[in-house]
């Protein structure tokens, strides 16, 4: 999966949460928490729908590095790489 | 023969617009089934029938306000002799579309059908924009003072409270360590879906508790207190970007494991944020958690949700300077708030639950 397929996955599993998501020009390097108004729970979420999407499993110990759109991507494109 | 109504959505729901419809004629539906979505004050509601049947007929269009108790379909139910009449011809089912509050909102303001918009979103979908558009691209009007229905919602409920109910408050900081630990053993190697975040634990621990003191838990109504047969928990939820508040209720939630508790509560807010809570959810609770610690909040003061007669806050779990035996030790806490009704306890009972409170977080497990 190339980072353009990759991104577009991410985002599918961020609108199914936060249909927000849609609608704002996400800034890659602002942290959902800022942008969309994520809590914990938002979080757990997004975690649970790209394992869903992407069958990674993503410990709790790894939460901060879903922070933001950019680092979600780096950290995701490390772990299917594995 | 039966006839589908416009539900009343709680206790001060007059009326409602019937948004879209999720079946057609000719469905078969089953009890429970999402049939209609109704844009309420309390945001877009996915309402469920009562019954199994077929889809005869609609009776109200998509846009309609309609009072509580208006008939707005006709469900023809087995074993039931059918009615005659010719049936409307078959509308086309509507589609589910991810689509914001805020977008759903717009439609409905502008008396459109968001399943007949096309989305240029993420995963096609609807935006604001978009609906806009379908509207013959009438622009966005500017932001006016007129609150939300939701807004005036909560302003009134809040109002009635703070008029009627003479509230006392309490506070207790509670020594979290036990608790915490468990939670991080629990969730280290567990899937994400099987993980419990840290609310779902303290909603637990407020439904066991408020066992103890049964005068926290109930309604009143005409002038006198009716304890509830089960702990309803309704759950503060916030809206993304202060779009507002829903408090749906979690059925029975003291007979629940605490991993059940943590499903019910994960759906309740996807369903909530995404604007797709359902009928049987919203039927109010018998006592509220509102949990504020995400955002660094140390304490809350809740105000009662009439015509419930308790609330309680939690703050943020935080780091914090301990005694314990002659020593001073960091340990993980949080701040219990407890808002009670004078007309049904005082201050000295709501004592008793935040001590059983903070006694039943120092076992998690048993929860």
């Known amino acids: 999966m190339n980072e353009t397929e990759l991104r577009a996955k991410i985002l599918g599993v961020l609108t199914g949460i936060a249909p927000e998501a849609a609608e704002v020009d996400l800034d890659p390097m602002v942290g959902f928490r800022d942008q969309l108004d994520f809590d914990s729970m938002d979080f757990l979420n997004f975690a649970i729908g790209l394992h869903e999407e992407l069958g990674v499993d993503i410990p709790p110990r790894d939460y901060p590095r879903l922070a933001t759109l950019a680092s979600a991507v780096t950290y995701l494109q490390s772990r299917l790489g594995e | 023969m039966g006839e589908f109504r416009m539900p009343s959505l709680g206790a001060d729901m007059e009326k409602g617009v019937l948004t879209s419809w999720e079946v057609s004629p000719g469905d078969e539906i089953r009890r429970g089934d999402v049939i209609a979505v109704v844009e309420t004050d309390k945001g877009a509601i996915d309402v469920e029938c009562h019954e199994t049947g077929t889809v005869r007929e609609f009776l109200v269009e998509p846009g309609t306000e309609a009072a509580v108790g208006t008939p707005l379909a006709v469900i023809d139910v087995p074993g039931e002799e059918p009615a005659g009449g010719k049936p409307v011809a078959a509308a086309p089912a509507s589609r589910r579309v991810p689509i914001s509050p805020a977008a759903r909102r717009r439609a409905g303001e502008l008396g459109i059908d968001p399943a007949t918009v096309s989305g240029t979103g993420m995963q096609g979908s609807v935006t604001v924009e978009d609906v806009e558009q379908a509207a013959g691209g009438k622009p966005a009007e500017e932001e006016t003072s007129d609150a939300e229905p939701m807004r005036r919602a909560i302003a009134s409920a809040m109002t009635l409270a703070n008029r009627e109910i003479p509230h006392y408050y309490l506070g207790s900081t509670i020594d979290f360590e036990a608790a915490a630990g468990w ?24 439904a066991v508790s408020v066992l103890e003191v049964p005068e926290l838990n109930g309604r009143w109504k005409d002038g006198a207190f009716a304890a509830a047969g089960s702990v309803d928990l309704g759950v503060a939820i916030a809206l993304r970007h202060g779009a507002g508040l829903v408090a749906p209720a979690i059925a029975a939630a003291e007979t629940l494991p605490v991993t059940e508790l943590m499903r019910h509560f994960r759906e309740l807010v996807v369903r909530a944020r995404t604007g797709r809570l359902r009928s049987s959810e919203v039927t109010a609770g018998t006592i509220t958690v509102t949990s504020l610690g995400d955002r660094s909040v140390d304490w809350v003061y809740p105000i009662i949700q009439p015509p419930q007669v308790a609330m309680v806050g939690f703050g943020q779990m935080t780091r914090r300077p301990w005694v314990e035996g002659e020593a001073v030790v960091a340990r993980r806490v949080i701040t219990a708030t407890l808002a009670g009704d004078h007309r049904v306890s005082d201050g000295r009972r709501g004592a008793v639950f935040l001590e059983k409170l903070a006694e039943c977080l120092q076992t998690p497990e048993q929860l």
């Open chain 2, 183 to 206: 939670l991080d053993d629990y969730n280290r190697d567990r899937a994400p879906d099987a993980q419990v975040i840290l609310p779902a634990l303290l909603l637990k621990a407020v």
